[in-house]
Nanobody, 110 residues
Framework: QVQLVESGGGLVQAGGSLRLSCAATGTIFGHVAMGWYRQVPGKERELVATCARTRTNYAESVKGRFTVSRDYARNMVYLQMDSLKPEDTAVYYC?????WGQGTQVTVSS
């Protein structure tokens, strides 16, 4: 059974950076996408970025600012977030197929 645990959220000023980490336990396949979604109250959870061995995928709103990466040997996925904007404020969730982490809050102040 796969379990995901996120870390690295927090409060940052606009223009700043944060790095999220997600540690996975269980059977993880590198060719299957793993990545990040986010959600704000009252809105649906949305894709941020995902990563597999042969492809990465980004939401248009974060292209050029966020970078997703994986350490396949350690079953980790990361999200480097630069040039953060107040609209990036959300709970960020790690995802692998149907499994979700508990979420980590990211707050960007203006």
């Amino acid at each position: 059974q796969v379990q995901l645990v996120e870390s690295g959220g927090g409060l940052v000023q606009a223009g700043g950076s944060l790095r999220l980490s997600c540690a996975a336990t269980g059977t993880i396949f590198g060719h299957v996408a793993m990545g990040w979604y986010r959600q704000v109250p009252g809105k649906e959870r949305e894709l941020v970025a995902t990563c597999a061995r042969t492809r990465t995928n980004y939401a248009e709103s974060v292209k050029g600012r966020f970078t997703v990466s994986r350490d396949y040997a350690r079953n980790m996925v990361y999200l480097q977030m630069d040039s953060l904007k107040p609209e990036d404020t959300a709970v960020y969730y790690c995802n692998y197929i149907l499994t979700w982490g508990q979420g980590t809050q990211v707050t960007v102040s203006s």
